[in-house]
C-alpha cells in the first residue's frame, strides 16, 4: 500500500466498523458509530498539527508547555453522507470551520453531479479535512479534491470508513498530494458501484431513507 494512505487497525475502530456493516444496525445505532470512528480517526488525522511553545502560570509555578500555533483546519463533509462524520471531527477540533460540497453519483453513469459547494472563504489557509464514508469508484472524491484545489486549498486530507483498492489507487493517481485514511480497505466494487462487501449505501443508512 502507498505511504500516502493510512489504515487504522485500533481495535475499537475495527470492532465498531464490524456493527457498522452489519445489515440489521438501524440508522440511530449507524449515525452513533459514524459520529465515534470519525472521533477517533479524528485523533489521529490530527496528529501532524505543528504546536509552539508558551509559558503557562500553574497554581504553583511556570511551566514550560506546547499549544496548538493556530494553524487553522476546515472539515468538508461531501453531502450528504460525510455529513454524519463532522460531529465526531468537531468534538475534537471545536474552533475548525466546516465547509459543504454537494455530490450525488449518477446511477446510470456512477459520474458525481456537484449541486453545491460553500467553503470558508480564507480556505487556502487552512488544512483542509474531506469527509465521506466511502470511496468506491473515486469520482466524488477526486471531483471534491479538485473543486477545493481550484478554490486554492493547498494542503487536503481525504478520510473515509470503508475504502476499494480500486478507489485509493484513483484517488492517488489523480491527487498524489492528498493523504487518504481509512478503517478498511475492500477488494471489489460491484456492477452498479457499490463496495463489497462494504456496508450498503452509507447515506440511506445514515438517515432512513430507501
Ligand atoms: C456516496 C458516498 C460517496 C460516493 C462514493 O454518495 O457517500 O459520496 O457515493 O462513490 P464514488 O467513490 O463511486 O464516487 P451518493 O452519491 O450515494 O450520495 P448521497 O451521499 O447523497 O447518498
Ligand atoms: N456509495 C455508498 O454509499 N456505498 C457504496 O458502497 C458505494 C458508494
Known sequence: MNNNVFVFDHPLIQHKISLLRDKNTSSKEFRELTSEISMLMGYEVTRDIPLKEVEIETPIGLAK????????LAF??????????????????????????????????????????????????????LLDPMLATAGSACDAVKFIKDYGAKSIKFVCLI????????????????????????????????????????????FGTK
Not at 446510470?108 to 467553503?119: A, D, G, S
Not at 480500486?166 to 489523480?174: A, D, F, Q, T
Open 163 to 206: 475504502a476499494s483498492k480500486h478507489g485509493i489507487e484513483r484517488l492517488n493517481r489523480e491527487h498524489p498530494d492528498v493523504g487518504i485514511y481509512c478503517a478498511a480497505v475492500d477488494e471489489k466494487l460491484n456492477d452498479i458501484g457499490y463496495i463489497v462487501p462494504g456496508l450498503g449505501d452509507a447515506g440511506d443508512r445514515l
Open 76 to 129: 468538508v463533509p461531501i453531502l450528504r453522507a460525510g455529513l454524519g462524520m463532522v460531529d465526531g471531527m468537531l468534538k475534537l477540533v471545536p474552533m475548525a470551520r466546516v465547509g459543504h460540497i454537494g455530490l450525488y453519483r449518477d446511477h446510470e453513469t456512477l459520474e458525481p453531479v456537484e449541486y453545491y459547494c460553500k467553503l470558508p472563504p480564507d480556505v487556502r489557509e487552512r488544512d483542509v479535512v
Open 65 to 72: 508547555t506546547k499549544v496548538i500555533s493556530g494553524k487553522k
